[in-house]
């Protein structure tokens, strides 16, 4: 058993003032500090922070009085938790046989080559983030891609193009 | 709650429905979703609200209708006329033709009930989909929800359950095909006041959605599944491990259960028994090996999701060590049929040693795609060729695979084989979960096969060597396949690494991953050979 007292504040001082951690901090209150929600509380941390920063995860760790490792093996075993921000906006396309069948790797090909990174990077203006995902579960409308979280069916590698060109115009200098 | 008060709110509800003449059903579950089908929605309820005509017309938002490759599909009653491809522009004409006395033009694309796509169905699990509204449980409970657990809880002995759902011959839906009862007894059996119960809700199978349709369409009907399990095997709380790639799904669960509180059909003593029964949610975190039964209880205990050998089965030793159930959704959607009909009536239905139903996820170079739920021993010439309207741009078949990663491919030649859990196994693959992909001439098979083993070595969790180092060598010489470099005695290594990895891996993931190498194999053997460096 870890014997680390739990505290409710963050561990640095200029944070105490960062909502983020009041939001974490209610999540856990809410499943009482239980350490069976880690993931369930790893989810929340990367929701509001939009990665989960190692402060995050030493904060999590003291105050589920877990040891740090076990909450970095469990934050690096699962693919959805990133400890890497990411761009402003996010596009995953969908690897799944369904998709991948009706030509989604061309699609994922023709963004590689267009914004110049590879599948799970971000674009040096960090603006584009370009993952993929094994089946979203929307294979009757494949190939599938989400942008900002919308999924969206049977798209071509010309109308992907398309909306990355959109949001590369959209977005700030 | 007792038993008075569902059957008043199940005959309010049904009156309330029949006050108006007409009934609009809009799909709100995520495929039609991702189509548009809530701005179609949307713009639907305004329609009716600018022309008057609220007192007449409801407009309904209903889970999964099947027909998923065609959204927004609409359905309006009592004509029962099946719109697919609903755009905005359609809007004006469908309000315009619901007074029947006027036709018109721009109405969608009419879908046909009678096609073999809808004829060839047989409904248990998927029955009340595209017909109830999944947020309301007043819906359910009109359709008849809640009153098999009743019927359980309060006539019915912990034995007499098990003994109906052995009867009726149900196999576990989420891959293994191990028969249900006997899981269930294996439970019930052991000794213990601490039990759990656990729906499996990862569909973690690339090329399947069932499990999220029925989430989505007709969540209540998992939770009512899940209590009449927890009351026969002696447990008293229960948990839904489900991928976090389902917010859809997850949000009507809470809802669901939310519901199911408020009405005292969940919590303690319920209907006035001394059961007790309470569910929560577990949202997994994108890792494939998680739906393995051992890697989903690490994962529940909110740690690392990875596989220990077994025994001892999570029936002996599951979450913290207690004795643990653990099925999978459609699994549980299969047990209030089960229970209102009678075991006998549902293996009356399928083959000698595959009862019931099966749902289909139809995708693929395929003409109709979506879910099917079809009976046991429908051949899979008569899913792909008439329910699923053949292969798309009038190509022709190759092959359907099934099972995904751990299944194998079906090819066109043996496709009068019936869609059984024998069956399939004789020709190299699995039933599975119920992915169904259907592959054309231009698919490369040695491709398709190094699809699934990157697919493997990527979700290999790493914990046992022959699964960790050996998908990577596996994909490595596919991948030399592919690229024309590879030797005979690169293909000879290659199955003789299959053999290796299948019978050394410690969980099913590396025991299962070479299949549809072997698979391709076995069938396509040509393509392998083609692809050989000539020296
Ligand atoms: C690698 C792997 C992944 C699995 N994924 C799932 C899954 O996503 N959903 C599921 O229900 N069962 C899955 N299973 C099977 C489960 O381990 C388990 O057998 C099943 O949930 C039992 O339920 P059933 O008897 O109702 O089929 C998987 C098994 C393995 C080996
Ligand atoms: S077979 Fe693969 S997934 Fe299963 S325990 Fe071994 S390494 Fe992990
Ligand atoms: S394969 Fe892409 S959504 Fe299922």
Redesign the interface.
């Known amino acids: 058993m870890e014997t680390k007292t739990l505290t409710k504040q963050p561990q640095k001082s200029g944070q105490k003032v960062d909502k983020r951690f009041k939001i974490l901090e209610v999540t856990m209150k809410r499943n009482h500090y ?7 509380i ?2 929340k941390a990367q929701e509001a922070f939009g990665y989960l920063e190692p402060d995050v995860l030493e904060y999590v760790a003291h105050a589920l009085k877990l040891p740090l490792s ?1 909450v970095y ?2 934050a690096t ?5 990133s400890l890497k921000p990411s761009g402003k906006h996010t596009c995953v396309v969908c ?4 998709c ?3 030509g989604s790797d061309k699609i994922l090909a023709a963004l590689q080559q267009e914004l110049g990174i590879k599948s799970g990077e971000t674009t040096a203006d960090k603006q584009i983030s370009l993952l993929s ?10 190939p ?1 891609v989400v942008f900002d979280g ?4 049977k798209q071509t590698a010309e109308n992907v193009l398309e909306k990355i060109k959109n949001w590369q115009q959209h977005g700030e200098p | 709650m007792n038993l008075e008060e569902l059957l008043a709110i199940q005959k309010e509800t049904k009156q309330k429905r029949q006050q108006k003449p007409k009934q609009i059903r809009c799909c709100i579950a ?2 039609c ?3 548009g089908a809530e701005s179609v929605k949307k713009s639907l309820d305004n329609a009716i609200k600018e022309a008057h005509l609220e007192q007449e017309v409801e407009v309904l938002g209903v889970g999964c209708m099947g ?3 065609r ?1 927004p599909s609409i359905e309006i009653d009592p004509e029962t006329t099946l719109y697919h491809n609903v755009t905005l522009e359609n809007i004006p004409a469908i309000i315009t033709s619901l007074n029947q006395t006027k036709t018109s033009e721009n109405l969608p694309p009419q879908g046909d009930l009678n096609h073999p796509f809808f004829a060839y169905q047989k409904l248990i699990v998927r029955e009340n989909s595209g017909k109830i509204d999944p947020d309301n449980i007043d819906d359910y409970i009109a359709e008849g929800g809640y009153q098999q657990l009743h019927h359980v809880l309060l006539e019915m002995t912990p034995n007499d359950v098990i003994k109906e759902v052995t009867k009726s011959g149900l196999r576990g839906r989420g891959g293994g095909g191990y028969p249900t009862g006997v899981k269930w007894a294996t439970v019930a059996k052991m000794p213990g006041q601490q039990k759990y119960v656990i729906c499996n809700a990862d ?7 069932m499990d ?1 349709a029925v989430l989505e369409s007709d969540p209540h009907r998992i939770l009512e599944g899940m209590a009449i399990a927890a009351y026969a095997v002696g447990a008293n709380h229960g948990y839904i491990y489900i991928r ?3 917010p859809l799904a997850i949000k009507r669960l809470e809802k669901a259960i939310q519901q199911a509180k408020r009405y005292g059909l969940m919590g303690s003593q319920i209907f006035d028994s001394p059961f007790d029964f309470k569910i929560d949610i ?7 090996v998680c739906g393995e039964e051992t890697a989903l209880i690490a ?8 596989p220990r050998p077994r025994p001892p089965y999570p029936a002996e030793s599951g979450l913290w060590g207690d004795p643990t159930l653990i099925n999978n959704v459609e699994t549980y959607a299969n047990i209030v049929p089960i229970i209102r009909e009678g075991g006998d009536w549902y293996a009356s239905i399928g083959t000698e040693n595959s009862k019931g139903t099966k749902v289909f ?1 139809l ?3 395929i003409e109709n ?3 099917i739920e079809v009976p046991m021993g429908t051949s899979i010439r008569t899913i792909v060729e008439e329910i699923g309207g053949g292969v798309l741009d009038q190509g022709t078949v190759k092959a359907v ?1 099934t099972g ?1 990663p751990s299944g194998g491919c079906i090819p066109a030649h043996l496709l009068d084989t019936p869609v059984e859990y024998d069956s399939l196994q004789k020709l190299g693959t699995i039933m599975g979960s119920g ?1 169904m ?1 259907v ?1 054309d001439q231009d ?1 490369s098979m040695v491709e ?1 096969a190094r ?2 083993m990157d ?1 493997c070595q990527e ?1 290999s ?1 790493g914990k046992c060597i022959p699964c960790r180092a050996g998908t990577v060598q596996l994909y490595d010489l596919l991948t030399k396949l592919v690229e024309r470099k590879a030797t005979q005695q690169d293909l000879d290594q290659l199955e003789a690494l299959c053999q290796m990895v299948k019978d050394t891996s410690l969980c099913g993931l590396g025991m299962t991953a070479p299949n549809p190498v072997i698979s391709t194999l076995q069938y396509f053997r040509d393509e392998y050979v083609s692809l050989l460096q000539v020296t």
């Open positions: 239980r350490q069976d929600a880690l993931i369930e790893l989810h076990r093996g469990v075993f699962y693919h959805l938790f690897l799944g046989t369904a991948y069948v009706k995902a094994r089946c979203l579960g929307a294979c009757g409308i494949a599938a919308e999924v969206t069916g | 995520s495929g979703l991702s189509c027909i998923c490759g959204g569909e973690g199978d690339p090329g399947a959605f999220r976090a790639e389902y577990r949202v997994g975190a994108g890792a494939f994962s529940v205990e909110g740690k690392r999701g990875t996820a995708t693929g170079k795609n979506g879910l695979q995904g992915g992909i592959m698919t398709i699809f699934y697919f979700e969790c």
